[in-house]
């Protein structure tokens, strides 16, 4: 069977065979090369973290019906339940989409699902790389690594990295900053 393609170079139209055609199309992937994921234990510090404020979004929607008693004001925390499920039910696939990248001159982050982030972050523009560690990441023996520069669009955190992977990023990333700057 003939199909018909434009010619990528002028505009103008041949005609392809089903030879030609590949029936599978690769994950188009903005940056191919391999990535680092974050720690699966991750996914239970986010979960937790998406279950305390759906709790708390629930009980502060369900106040106005608590004082009212109409029930109307039961769509509020319903609502808040159903964006807390699907919340929750994504959470894991969300967690599999972060993950970071060391090059030659920069720090490549991606994070998201449906609206993907993809940041660089140059070595030589890094002011601070910073630990945060919460109550429930230090509990599972995580940590979140900032990267702040100049430019507020351009900070990155990087949540759940076992804290020994965090130090020796921070650590790297600290030696490659003070080079790049120093070359500057």
Known sequence: MDHTAPHPDDGSVSNVTDDDVTTTTPRLDPVPGEWLRVSPKYVVVDLLSNLIGGIVMFVAFGIPWFFTREPFWLLLPAAAAIISIVT???????????????????????????????????????????????????????????????????????????????????????????????GL
Request: hydrophobic share 45%; glycine share 6%.
């Open 88 to 182: 929750l039910a994504l959470t894991p696939r969300r967690v599999r989409s972060i993950g970071y990248r060391l090059r030659d001159d920069d720090l490549l982050f991606r994070r998201g699902i449906m609206f993907q982030r993809f940041v660089a972050v140059p070595y030589g523009r890094m002011q601070l790389v910073d630990i945060t560690r919460g109550p429930v990441s230090r509990a599972v023996g995580l940590a979140d690594l900032k990267l702040v520069t100049a430019a507020a669009a351009s900070n990155v955190a990087i949540p759940g990295l076992e804290f020994e992977t965090a130090e020796k990023l921070r650590d790297q990333l600290v030696a490659l900053a003070e080079t790049r700057r120093a």
